[in-house]
């Protein structure tokens, strides 16, 4: 399906090494994908060269921005098709992965993709607002992502309630990301999150990926997170 060659060579780019199980396995992926797509339009992004920096690189660079703890616990918010959180498991299958989607045939897709490649991945049909008010799911998980899902002042009411103290909001964003996160410095800080870090990558195809890494150094107020309809009309 894809130029394992392309996919290999691109992400050496960014110090990416991938054994050739690991290529086979996010080309393996990208066939499921692009057949699954056919009937439940889960991605816009087909060609095989856009699924690799698109979908693939774009995801793994997390691993560059990051150093994901060994067996850590990672929820990813939003997944869609599972970026970047599949590849991110197909790398990295110590890690413990919960995907939270709120369409039940992208739930159905994912769970495919995880039993089909024996990942550690379970995944969730539900809201994340919803999620983030249930002790099994509240603050229980040491990194969460979420790539192309909402706003960042709203995504971090998403998203802060289920990050762990110490642990991280790896939120991923376009070149358009300075006046975002201008307008959720309120957010994040009532929220239990700091800005720690951001890192800025030109993709392939020269488009900009910047990923936002946000610290939770104390509790969420059990007030947040609030419904989706209270988020998006008075975000914080």
Avoid at 123 to 131: D, N, V, Y
Avoid at 193 to 199: D, V, W
Wanted: net charge neutral.
């Amino acid at each position: 399906m894809i130029d394992k060659n392309l996919l290999s060579q691109e992400c050496l780019k960014y110090d990416i090494e991938l054994t050739n199980d690991q290529i086979n396995y996010l080309d393996d992926f990208s066939e499921i994908l692009i057949e699954w797509n056919e009937k439940f339009n889960l991605t816009a992004i087909t060609e095989s060269d856009q699924i690799v920096y698109k979908h693939l690189i774009d995801s793994l660079l997390v691993l560059k921005s990051i150093d994901l703890k060994e067996n850590s616990s990672l929820a990813d918010i939003g997944t869609g098709a599972g970026f970047p959180s599949t590849p991110i498991s197909i790398v990295r299958k110590d890690i413990n992965v919960t995907q939270i989607d709120s369409l039940r045939k992208r739930v159905g897709f994912l769970q495919h993709v995880s039993d089909h490649f024996n990942l550690n991945i379970k995944a969730i049909h539900g809201r994340a607002e919803e999620l983030g008010r249930k002790n099994e799911y509240r603050e229980q998980f040491e990194y969460v992502t979420a790539r192309a899902v909402a706003p960042l002042n709203k995504l971090a009411e998403y998203c802060l309630p289920l990050v762990k103290i110490d642990g991280f909001f790896v939120a991923m964003k376009g070149l358009e990301y300075k006046s975002e996160i201008e307008d959720s410095k309120k957010a994040i800080s009532v929220l239990g999150g700091a800005i720690e870090e951001i890192k800025s990558f030109k993709l392939p195809d020269l488009s900009t990926r910047t990923i936002i890494l946000i610290k939770k150094i104390s509790h969420t107020p059990t007030k947040y997170p609030r419904n989706s309809g209270k988020i998006s009309k008075n975000p914080i």
